[in-house]
């Protein structure tokens, strides 16, 4: 099983900065491909960044430029920078992490999602 816990959001103006955190946890031998998705009021969930391994990461066109995916190997926990936040970036913050080896092993085939977290941007 894949536990995933998120952190970080808050009520922030115009222009302002949060960073998210995604914790990945289960079988140690695991590694872990976090992707973020948000979900606006009325909205359909949309895809926000992935990081499947460094060098491998990739943004939504409206995020690019002003969000940064990173990952800190020791806790095994991803963040996401929010920079130059827009009132059209408030939503819930949910996080999405896919349990893989590279070897392919089958062992590693889990997936865990997050409660979410809010992220509200005032103009």
């Known amino acids: 099983q894949v536990q995933v816990v998120e952190s970080g959001g808050g009520s922030v103006q115009a222009g302002g900065s949060l960073r998210l955190s995604c914790a990945a946890s289960g079988d140690a031998w695991c590694q872990y491909a976090i992707t973020w998705y948000r979900q606006a009021p009325g909205k359909e969930r949309e895809f926000v960044s992935n990081h499947y391994s460094p060098g491998r990461t990739s943004y939504a066109y409206f995020v690019r430029g002003r969000f940064t995916i990173s990952q800190d190997h020791a806790t095994n926990t991803v963040y996401l920078q929010m920079n130059s936040l827009k009132p059209e970036d408030t939503a819930m913050y949910y996080c999405?992490?896919?349990?893989?080896?590279?070897?392919?092993?089958?062992?590693?085939?889990?997936?865990?999602r997050g409660r979410g977290t809010q992220v509200t941007v005032s103009s």
């Open positions: 999405e992490a896919e349990s893989y080896h590279p070897s392919g092993s089958p062992r590693c085939q889990g997936t865990g």
